[in-house]
């Protein structure tokens, strides 16, 4: 029996997966294609071409891992975020693509004709303080997380992008922070409740839970960095937090009645409740101190 095509490949792959991926002729394909170091392009090409041996055992490792639910990021140790090819491990939350939503509300919010300061908390693979620090230059931009070994993969990502204006520094949240005090602090928490099945299951029992699960009903984050940030934000700075679907009530309120004003809630491309703004006022009330 001759040895199966790339399509016979990719095809056989698609079927193994579909009880696992709701995309999986897509994570046959990347896998394939990274397995023979072509792009995705290649498969399409050159349907009928047959791999080498140990490029078809090594996409066969791969398929057996994604076959048991890891997720693609982590079997290629590479996730594309804001055209930025990051580096992510175990270690670190893999960056999703509802996450640009975040990083679009603090370029609104940055100019970028003149220096101003902002904090990625929880910066994880440092994909929001890159993403930053690519479209804004003359930032001073400080990344917290408490892991190291999230940390460390943050730098070689910075690194990896020639970007040098990113500070990383080990800490809870706000921490680590002194009395800095930024134009704008952005955060992406956990937000699964602890009760939630599905942290458990499918792809997310692969992340790491600390980035993913916080407390009873997962506000646990969000609460102790909304009690936080004002005592790191200029008068005017705002703070952006991305949440879960279910919580576009829960985190606005929270953030009003922390003080902050111009509170808002923005939906992501598939119309879900997903990053809540506020801005700490220019004028601070006695009443608002905690």
Not at 19 to 45: F, G, K, M, N, V
Not at 138 to 166: M, Q
Not at 178 to 190: K, Q, W, Y
Not at 202 to 224: K, W, Y
Request: contains cysteine.
């Amino acid at each position: 029996m001759s040895a199966p095509t790339l399509r016979e490949l990719v095809d056989n792959a698609a079927r193994r997966l579909a009880e696992i991926s709701d995309t999986p002729r897509l994570d046959a394909e990347i896998l394939l294609a990274a397995a023979l170091d072509q792009p995705r392009s290649y498969l399409h090409a050159w349907p009928e071409r047959m791999p080498e041996p140990e490029q078809a055992a090594r996409f066969a490792a791969w398929l057996d891992r994604r076959g048991v639910g890891e997720p693609v990021a982590y079997i290629l140790g590479r996730r594309e975020f804001w055209s930025l090819e990051l580096e992510v491990t175990p270690d670190t939350l893999i960056p999703r693509p509802e996450t640009e939503l975040l990083v679009e509300l603090a370029l609104e919010r940055l100019p970028a004709n003149r220096p101003v300061a902002a904090a990625d908390l929880g910066t994880g693979s440092g994909a929001i303080a890159l993403a930053l620090a690519v479209e804004r230059p003359l930032a001073r931009i400080v990344a917290t997380d408490h892991s190291p070994a999230a940390l460390a993969v943050a730098r070689r990502n910075a690194r990896r992008s020639n970007i040098a204006h990113v500070e990383f520094r080990e800490g809870d949240w706000c921490a680590s922070l002194g009395d800095e005090r930024f134009d704008l602090i952005a955060a992406n928490p956990p937000y699964v409740a602890a009760t939630d099945p599905r942290w458990r299951q499918g792809e997310l029992q692969f992340e790491p839970a600390a980035a993913l699960v916080s407390g009873a009903d997962g506000l646990d984050a969000l609460r102790t960095i909304i009690v936080q940030a004002p005592n790191h934000l200029k008068p005017g700075g705002w703070l952006l937090l991305e949440h879960g679907y279910d919580q576009g009530e829960a985190v606005p309120a929270l953030l009003r009645e922390r003080g902050f004003d111009a509170v808002s809630d923005h939906r992501d491309a598939a119309g879900l409740s997903r990053t809540s703004a506020g801005r700490w006022p220019s004028v601070f009330l006695p009443s608002m101190a905690l």
